[in-house]
């Protein structure tokens, strides 16, 4: 057991990680994304439907061993940090982008008659509300990439469910596979509860 | 204080704008009446670059607010502007959404803009409203906010869309007596409005809009008594006979 426990710390770890990297990256793309130059959105469009268009385990196989062909040695952590959050950040994007559009454009002009330029709106007035609102969804997508993680045991990161299954092949039975799944059980469980109470307490200003 | 030559808005085809002429002097009250969809909160949304104009020119203490190498964000300190649905900033306390543009585009130091705050929610009958969110504000207590909100950037104009439409009858005169408070010291004014009572009593000039133009102009009460143009005989006969 203390033997897929560290593997769950990894897990919890890469999955921190790469949340931290793909809320900020999810978000520049969204800002790009509803940019008021042509280029900047076609560019975020494009890098969205090609990323959301793949399975996940391809990319990560793509960037570790890619990478690796073009002299970029990345360890098995930073690149499963990296596909992962190329991945999610495009799904993220969007639901950023949901956020921002869903605030009444009301709060963007007022902001600029105060003379507010563009950014300065964003960052006060638009982003603060547009947060609020898309942290159930963003919850909801951590927790899915709490259980994704599991999909970089294809580049051999000794992740909870790499170790479960290595424990499964020495000792020839499926138990490992039970001690796996508790593990990540006992994480989405409390957080799929964590979300629930949070929707219940941002929606009771509504 | 502000001069408008020749202003044109097209929205695709739809011309909303034709060809306005207009002057604004110093401390006057102008007020801007007619049917929907007369062009008249566009006039307005023009005046602070909200939107751009298609043709023409409008000067504001003599800047081209139209010239592209005009920078926007310092013409819009200087023209306050009140919207229709308040617009306040629901996750910010009354006392922030004062406070804010003033410490983030003026730079002004937060104690001192507090302070200020203050003092323009005192002005406004709200001061012990300070720490209150939007939400729980009456719509006529949100719009003196925003009325305050608008000051706090020490404006030369106060640009005012249809500011009392959206509220409870019985909220109305709170709003329109800080508006009356405002004329009284001598502050610069466009209001669009539907208070024909407040444009008669408050308003220097009145400008009557139809269909993207400026069809009559004169003394508030002239204009009600002796209106001279068709289409604002109807206007008036349709509202005032109500009255």
Redesign the interface.
Known sequence: MPYLLKGLLMTIRLALVSEACILAFGLIVALLRISRIRIFRAAAAVYIDVIRGMPLILQIVIIYFGLGHLGIGLSKFAAGVLALTICYAAYEAEIFRAGILSI?K??M?????????YF?AMR??IL??AI?RVIPPLSNEFIALLKDTSLVSVIALSEVFQRGRELMGTKANVTPLVGVAICYLIVTIPLMRLVQRTEKWLSR?D | MIKIVGLRKKFGHHEVLKDIDLEVKPSEVLVVVGPSGSGKSTLLRCI?G?EHATEGQIFIEGTDITDSKVDI??I??K???V?Q?F?????LTALRNIT??PI???KMDPDEASEKALKLLEKVGLKDKANAYP?HLSGGQQQRV?IA??LA?DPDVMLFDEVTSALDPELVKEVLDTMKDLAREGMTMIVVTHEMGFAKEVGDRLIFMDDGEIVEEGLPETVFTRPKHPRTKEFFSKILSHI
């Open positions: 009444h009301g709060q002009e007022a902001a600029r008659s105060l003379g507010m330029g300065k006060y007035i603060p509300q609020r200003g | 602070n909200l964000n310092q819009r300190q023209v306050g502007m919207f649905s617009n306040l900033f629901p996750h804010l543009a983030k585009v003026k939400a925003a909100r608008a950037m």
